[in-house]
């Protein structure tokens, strides 16, 4: 039996096409309010694949993909 694992991730860009996630990670530092040295947030990259799938022919582009970077969300372990 496989384990999965269900998120609240908006796989969608605002003109409605599916987004997939990446193995492509990075972190970014931003500035916080309460730290004088700010805070490292873990991105994952987000790729819309430009393709056309004709069944005969099988996948083709017909755009340069596109993509974006999104923060990972962080969830707490609660240990007992």
């Known amino acids: 039996m496989r384990d999965t694992i269900t998120t609240?991730?908006?796989?969608t860009i605002?003109?409605?096409r599916i987004m997939t996630p990446t193995n492509k990670l990075r972190f970014v530092n931003?500035?916080?309010?309460?730290?004088?040295?700010?805070i490292a947030i873990?991105?994952?990259?987000?790729?819309?694949?430009?393709?056309?799938?004709?069944g005969?022919?099988?996948e083709i582009p017909v755009a340069p993909d596109t993509g974006e970077?999104?923060?990972?969300?962080?969830?707490?372990?609660n240990s007992k």
């Open 8 to 11: 609240d991730v908006d796989h």
């Open 30 to 38: 931003r500035k916080a309010e309460y730290s004088a040295y700010g």
């Open 56 to 58: 005969w022919t099988g």
């Open 42 to 54: 873990l991105q994952q990259w987000w790729e819309n694949i430009n393709t056309v799938n004709f």
């Open 14 to 16: 605002g003109s409605g």
């Open 69 to 77: 970077w999104r923060d990972v969300p962080i969830e707490k372990e």
